[in-house]
Every structure is written in structure tokens, then in C-alpha cells.
């Protein structure tokens, strides 16, 4: 029988290698399942982020070769204490055979392990090149969709002019067919002529005939003739002399009418009553406020987008005018006539009442550095550095000259009675008139912020301009459209369009047109727009019902 104390030490050591037994199967149960983790996240099954599952890997790893160490040095330390006791050499060598197996299996995970860094940091970088990819994807694409709606906005304009060419064209091949129809009916009076000819010359062949007997009498008839040509050549004469009479009567005409100021003898109160009780156009309907001005309220034939965006841009640089005296050098008559000027009588008391017109902006200029020389900083401790000189045109009637320019005030962007109030005084002038042409311009400062709107739409309204008078220069004296933006009333802007009726050369060679297009009082000053010619400013109104420009 062996040993009880051999017996013992045997057994503990099989219970040891039962319990480490159990603990290698618990190890490869984690590497198992590390295994599988690493690689359902290769297959996209698992949704850990890289760094996640880089670290749960790493730490199952270090776990597991931590506790390798822990049970081999467990291992070695009771092996060294039982050193010299007796071990059976084949328990021993199974015991180093798993421990070498258990290596063996560490090394390969941990390879397999680098193969998955690996693999990962592809996955990065593909990952990487994907999402720059998808960066320069949508910046394409963004470059696309501007070109798109370039493109666009592009083909709205063409389809739109497009159309009004389709219209002009259709227009004109319905001239066409009339002149086509004209020409038939020429061709047959044309042969009906030819027929009469014939039977004329007929007729002339037994004049002739006749002539021969009358021989006698030719002398006296060639000479009767010879008294008749001098005769004939002396009326011409005579008529040709009326005619030039008449030219320079014509030149020198100043159309003698009516202003057209609104008067205001009770201050800024009652401009809405004159705008209700108005007799020259009550109810107002030929007139078009500015914020309800369309497309469709242009002639047909001249819907186009250049002409309709230029009357705007007139609207925009239209001014209310409002001047508070007469200046006591108006002249008694308009010159070279007996027709007396407007507000002659007035000079005695010259603030008897308000008078207020229209004008219009066509220059603005911004300094900066220095301070602004109007009325309010010239009193002020702290000037503004920023400031604008507008150049304004209007009529001579409306503003004489320096003295009444010095007490006006000119109210901007007044479109309709919710209008923000912005007036400007004019405190500084450089005043220039034209008494017979019936024009002033004179340039004003001031330094309200709301003014740097001005310079883009005095740019955007010269462009227009320049368009609208190339496209209509050789139909304007046969279209004769024509259309005006002006304060009816002192109230706020409004637009009337129709067509001039005549012109007439004034004696330093410009125009002047008299039309109806609607009018009121408080137009005077207005911009008057003869589509192909220049600007004109309205000047008033004759008793027979005509309205006339400056020229």
C-alpha cells in the first residue's frame, strides 16, 4: 500500500491540474469570443466604432496574456517548492506540452490580431478616401446646381423675349399680308391707268389734230403762258418768304400755359384733400402707383423686360420737391414774349404759401474723410465722415434759382403713404438754369445712411438708358411712346405712360413735346421720357388740353 503522505501531495497535484484545466477552457472561451467580435466588425455586423473595438481587443489580449504569466509563475513557484518531492515526468511533461500549446495559440491570435490592425487601417483609409470623395462629390454637384438655376434664369429671360418676338413677328407679317394686299390693289388701278392712258392717248392724237388748225393762235397763247410763269414764280417767292416767317415764329414759341405747382396756401396739411378733389383727372385712373406698376400696364408690342425695368429705375431716383418762397428776381414775362411768368406777382409776399413738384436724381457721388458740409454737422461737434452729393434736375418755373433752391426740401423713396420719411434740404447748390428751355439742376448733401442705395441705381438706370434709347432710335418718331413719373399732388409717386403728340424745335435746335399723358398739379418738374429721345422734365399744361415738356 503506497504512502498516505505521497498519496496526498498526487492528489493535490491532480486537483491543480483539474483546476487549471478549467481555466484554459474559460481562456479560450474569451479568445473565442474576441475572435468573433473583430471579425463580425470587419463584416459590418457589429456597430462598435474602430477605436471601441481596437481597445476591446487589446484589453482580452492583455487579460489573457496576464493571466498565461500569473498561472506559469503560480506554476513554477510550486514547482520549486516541491523540487526535490517525486513527480511523475509524463503528468509534468503534459502540463509544459499544454502550457507550449496555449503559447502557440497566443502567438497566433496575436497574429491573426495584426492581420485585423491591418485590415482595419485599410478600412480607414478607404474610409478616409471615401468621405473626401463624397466632399469634392458635393462640391460638384453644388457647382452644378448654380450653373442649373443659372441656366435656368437664363432661358425664363430667352423664352420671355422669345415671346415678345413671336408677338413683333406676328405683327409684322400682318403688315405684311396688308402690304400685300395694298400691292394687289395698286396692280389693278396700275392697269386701270395703263387702259386710260391708252384711251387718253387717243385723245391726245385728235388734240393734236385739232392743234394744227389752231396755229394761228399759239403765239399768243406762249405768250400768256410767259406772264403766267413770272407770275407763278413771284407767288412762290411770297410763299416762301411766309414759310421762313413762319419757322422763326415757330422757333421762338415758348407754348405759353398753365404751371402745373400744386399750391398749398394751408402748409402740408391738405395735400391729400387736393389729391381727392382733383378736377383735371378725378379718380385718378390713368395714373399707376409705383408698387402696382406691371409688365401688362405697357402698350402691347413694347412689353419688354429693358423698357419696363428702366421706368422703374426712373421711379426710384424721383424726388418730391417742396419749395417755401419766391425769389424776388422771377422776371415779369417769359422772354421775348408778353406772356407773364409764373409767380411774378407773388414776389411781395413770398411766403404767402407751400409749392411742391417732382424732379428726379441722375448722379450721386460719396465722400468720406471729411466732414459733411450740410446744415445739421456744420453745427455739430461731431460731424459725419460720410456723406453724398446728389445731382438733381427738375423744372426752372418750379425752382427759379440760388434763393429759392436754399429753402426746398426733397422727400426720397415717397412710393406710397407708409413710405419711411427721408428729406433732404437742399443746403448746398451749385445751381444751374436755363429760363427758356424751362430746365434746373442743382447738387445738394447730405449724410443719412439710407442714401447708399442711390449710386447702384443711378448706375443700373444708366445702363437701362443707354438700351432703351438704341432699341427704340429708329422707331421713335413713328411708336411715340413716351411715359412720366412725378408726385401728383405732393403725394406720393405715381407713373402715367401714353404717347407725345408733337415736337417742336425750339431755337437752339432741342426738343420740345406736347402730349396727353395724364398730369396734375405737382408734376411739374417731372421726368418726362420720350422713348429714343433724352430726358425732358415736365413743365405744364395749355387750355387746350395738351400737356408740353421742357426742351
Same mark, same amino acid.
Not at 55 to 83: C, G, H
Not at 134 to 149: P, S, V
Not at 177 to 193: G, H, L, P
Not at 405 to 418: G, H, I, P, Q
Given at each position: 500500500?503506497?504512502?498516505?503522505?505521497?498519496?496526498?501531495?498526487?492528489?493535490s497535484?491532480?486537483?491543480?491540474?483539474?483546476?487549471?484545466?478549467?481555466?484554459?477552457?474559460?481562456?479560450?472561451?474569451?479568445?473565442?469570443?474576441?475572435?468573433?467580435? %473583430?471579425?463580425?466588425?470587419? $463584416?459590418?455586423?457589429?456597430?462598435?466604432?474602430?477605436?471601441?473595438?481596437?481597445? !476591446?481587443?487589446?484589453?482580452?489580449?492583455?487579460?489573457?496574456?496576464?493571466?498565461?504569466?500569473?498561472? +506559469?509563475?503560480?506554476?513554477?513557484?510550486?514547482?520549486?517548492?516541491?523540487?526535490? #518531492?517525486?513527480?511523475?515526468?509524463?503528468?509534468?511533461?503534459?502540463?509544459?506540452?499544454?502550457?507550449?500549446?496555449?503559447?502557440?495559440?497566443?502567438?497566433?491570435? +496575436?497574429?491573426?490580431?495584426?492581420?485585423?490592425?491591418?485590415?482595419?487601417?485599410?478600412?480607414?483609409?478607404?474610409?478616409?478616401?471615401?468621405r473626401?470623395?463624397?466632399?469634392?462629390?458635393?462640391?460638384?454637384?453644388?457647382?452644378?446646381?448654380?450653373?442649373?438655376?443659372s441656366?435656368?434664369?437664363?432661358?425664363?429671360?430667352?423664352?420671355?423675349?422669345?415671346?415678345?418676338?413671336?408677338?413683333?413677328?406676328?405683327?409684322?407679317?400682318e403688315?405684311?399680308?396688308?402690304?400685300?394686299?395694298?400691292?394687289?390693289?395698286?396692280?389693278?388701278?396700275?392697269?386701270?391707268?395703263?387702259?386710260?392712258?391708252?384711251?387718253?392717248?387717243?385723245?391726245? %392724237?385728235?388734240?393734236m389734230?385739232?392743234?394744227? *388748225?389752231?396755229? /394761228?393762235?399759239?403765239?399768243?397763247?406762249?405768250?400768256?403762258?410767259?406772264?403766267?410763269?413770272?407770275f407763278? $414764280?413771284?407767288?412762290?417767292?411770297?410763299?416762301?418768304?411766309?414759310?421762313?416767317?413762319?419757322?422763326? +415764329?415757330?422757333?421762338?414759341?415758348?407754348?405759353?400755359?398753365?404751371?402745373?405747382?400744386?399750391? /398749398?396756401?394751408?402748409?402740408?396739411?391738405d395735400?391729400?384733400?387736393?389729391?381727392?378733389?382733383?378736377?383735371?383727372?378725378?379718380?385718378?385712373?390713368?395714373?399707376?402707383?409705383?408698387?402696382?406698376?406691371?409688365?401688362?400696364?405697357?402698350?402691347?408690342?413694347?412689353?419688354?423686360?429693358?423698357?419696363? $425695368?428702366?421706368?422703374?429705375?426712373?421711379?426710384?431716383?424721383?424726388?418730391?420737391?417742396?419749395?417755401?418762397?419766391?425769389?424776388?428776381?422771377?422776371?415779369?414775362?417769359?422772354?421775348?414774349?408778353?406772356?407773364?411768368?409764373? =409767380?411774378?406777382?407773388? #414776389?411781395?409776399?413770398?411766403?404767402?404759401?407751400?409749392?411742391?413738384?417732382?424732379?428726379?436724381?441722375?448722379?450721386?457721388? #460719396?465722400?468720406?474723410?471729411?466732414?459733411?458740409?450740410?446744415?445739421?454737422?456744420?453745427?455739430?461737434?461731431?460731424?459725419?465722415?460720410?456723406?453724398?452729393?446728389?445731382?438733381?434736375?427738375?423744372?426752372?418755373?418750379?425752382?427759379?434759382?440760388?434763393?429759392e433752391? *436754399?429753402?426746398?426740401?426733397?422727400?426720397? =423713396?415717397?412710393?406710397?403713404?407708409?413710405s419711411?420719411?427721408?428729406?433732404?434740404?437742399?443746403?448746398?447748390?451749385?445751381?444751374?438754369?436755363?429760363?427758356?428751355?424751362?430746365?434746373?439742376?442743382?447738387?445738394?448733401?447730405?449724410?443719412?445712411?439710407?442714401?447708399?442705395?442711390?449710386?447702384?441705381?443711378?448706375?443700373?438706370?444708366?445702363?437701362?438708358?443707354?438700351?432703351? !434709347?438704341?432699341?427704340?432710335?429708329?422707331?421713335?418718331?413713328?411708336?411715340?411712346?413716351?411715359?412720366?413719373? *412725378?408726385?401728383?399732388?405732393?403725394?406720393?409717386?405715381?407713373?402715367?405712360?401714353?404717347?407725345?403728340?408733337?415736337?417742336?424745335?425750339?431755337?437752339?435746335?432741342?426738343?420740345?413735346?406736347?402730349?396727353?399723358?395724364?398730369?396734375c398739379?405737382?408734376?411739374?418738374?417731372?421726368?418726362?421720357?420720350?422713348?429714343?429721345? %433724352?430726358?425732358?422734365?415736365?413743365?405744364? /399744361?395749355?387750355?387746350?388740353?395738351l400737356?408740353?415738356?421742357?426742351?
Open positions: 500500500m503506497r504512502p498516505y503522505q505521497q498519496v496526498a501531495e498526487v492528489v497535484k491532480l486537483h491543480n491540474l483539474d483546476s487549471i484545466k478549467e481555466s484554459l477552457k474559460k481562456l479560450l472561451v474569451d479568445i473565442d469570443l474576441a475572435k468573433t467580435k %473583430g471579425e463580425s466588425w470587419i $463584416e459590418e455586423k457589429e456597430e462598435s466604432s474602430y477605436q471601441e473595438i481596437m481597445q !476591446f481587443i487589446a484589453k482580452k489580449t492583455s487579460e489573457i496574456l496576464q493571466w498565461l504569466l500569473s498561472i +506559469t509563475k503560480q506554476y513554477d513557484k510550486r514547482n520549486k517548492n516541491v523540487a526535490d #518531492k517525486v513527480l511523475h515526468s509524463e503528468e509534468l511533461q503534459s502540463i509544459n506540452n499544454n502550457v507550449e500549446d496555449l503559447r502557440s495559440n497566443v502567438k497566433l491570435q +496575436t497574429k491573426k490580431l495584426q492581420k485585423l490592425q491591418l485590415k482595419l487601417k485599410e478600412q480607414q483609409t478607404l474610409a478616409s478616401t471615401s473626401e470623395l463624397e466632399a469634392k462629390f458635393l462640391d460638384f454637384k453644388e457647382q452644378i446646381l448654380q450653373e442649373l438655376h441656366a435656368s434664369t437664363f432661358m425664363s429671360d430667352l423664352q420671355l423675349k422669345c415671346n415678345l418676338i413671336s408677338k413683333e413677328f406676328k405683327e409684322h407679317q403688315l405684311d399680308d396688308d402690304n400685300d394686299k395694298k400691292m394687289a390693289m395698286i396692280s389693278q388701278k396700275t392697269e386701270t391707268v395703263v387702259k386710260q392712258q391708252e384711251e387718253l392717248s387717243i385723245t391726245m %392724237g385728235n388734240i389734230r385739232k392743234m394744227d *388748225s389752231l396755229e /394761228s393762235e399759239q403765239n399768243n397763247i406762249q405768250d400768256h403762258m410767259r406772264d403766267n410763269r413770272r407763278t $414764280e413771284a407767288l412762290a417767292q411770297i410763299v416762301d418768304k411766309v414759310k421762313a416767317t413762319e419757322r422763326k +415764329t415757330t422757333q421762338k414759341k415758348e407754348i405759353p400755359g398753365q404751371h402745373e405747382q400744386q399750391i /398749398s396756401e394751408d402748409g402740408w396739411s395735400l391729400d384733400t387736393h389729391l381727392t378733389d382733383c378736377e383735371k383727372n378725378p379718380g385718378h385712373t390713368n395714373l399707376i402707383p409705383v408698387e402696382n406698376f406691371k409688365l401688362d400696364h405697357l402698350p402691347s408690342g413694347h412689353r419688354n423686360i429693358d423698357l419696363f $425695368e428702366f421706368i422703374k429705375t426712373v421711379a426710384d431716383l424721383t424726388v418730391k420737391v417742396a419749395v417755401t418762397s419766391v425769389s424776388p428776381n422771377r422776371p415779369e414775362f417769359w422772354p421775348n414774349t408778353n406772356i407773364p411768368y409764373y =409767380f411774378y406777382n407773388h #414776389k411781395e409776399s413770398p411766403t404767402q404759401f407751400l409749392r411742391f413738384g417732382s424732379g428726379v436724381i441722375n448722379n450721386v457721388s #460719396k465722400f468720406t474723410g471729411r466732414a459733411c458740409p450740410c446744415d445739421k454737422c456744420e453745427h455739430s461737434d461731431n460731424p459725419s465722415k460720410e456723406w453724398w452729393s446728389l445731382k438733381v434736375g427738375t423744372s426752372a418755373n418750379l425752382i427759379f434759382d440760388e434763393i433752391a *436754399s429753402v426746398t426740401s426733397l422727400r426720397l =423713396f415717397y412710393d406710397n403713404k407708409d419711411a420719411e427721408l428729406v433732404v434740404k437742399v443746403t448746398f447748390t451749385d445751381f444751374f438754369k436755363d429760363i427758356n428751355r424751362d430746365i434746373c439742376v442743382f447738387t445738394c448733401v447730405a449724410c443719412d445712411k439710407r442714401l447708399s442705395v442711390l449710386a447702384k441705381m443711378v448706375k443700373r438706370n444708366n445702363e437701362l438708358n443707354k438700351k432703351v !434709347f438704341e432699341n427704340y432710335l429708329q422707331s421713335r418718331d413713328h411708336c411715340k411712346l413716351m411715359f412720366i413719373v *412725378s408726385h401728383p399732388h405732393g403725394c406720393h409717386k405715381q407713373i402715367s405712360i401714353g404717347q407725345w403728340k408733337s415736337k417742336l424745335k425750339v431755337s437752339d435746335g432741342s426738343n420740345r413735346f406736347t402730349h396727353l399723358t395724364c398730369t398739379p405737382g408734376s411739374t418738374g417731372g421726368a418726362v421720357l420720350c422713348v429714343g429721345y %433724352g430726358w425732358h422734365a415736365h413743365s405744364g /399744361s395749355l387750355k387746350s388740353g400737356n408740353y415738356s421742357s426742351s
